[in-house]
């Protein structure tokens, strides 16, 4: 990513409410991926829902991330 990207994430993740709303979104959509992906039949759905529960678990690191790539 560009680092004057990165740099422009900051304010969000040094913004304890901002980060804190944003792992509650990530944490009640994976809760809705688990429930969706436990009916789901077909292996196909199943490998796309497993995809973006794995990005929703980024956001617990996402700040991490956005520091270390902005220095």
């Known amino acids: 990513m560009d680092k004057q990207f ?3 994430l900051l304010p969000l993740v040094n913004d304890k409410t ?5 792992q509650t979104y990530a944490d009640a959509r994976i809760s809705q991926h688990l429930n969706q992906m436990s009916m789901e039949k ?3 759905r199943v490998k796309r829902i497993q995809g973006a529960v794995a990005e ?3 956001i617990s ?3 991490d991330e956005i520091i270390i ?3």
């Open 6 to 8: 990165i740099r422009s």
């Open 56 to 58: 929703l678990r980024r």
């Open 42 to 44: 077909d292996m196909e």
């Open 18 to 22: 901002s980060m804190d709303l944003l």
């Open 61 to 63: 690191t996402l700040r």
């Open 69 to 71: 790539g902005a220095k």
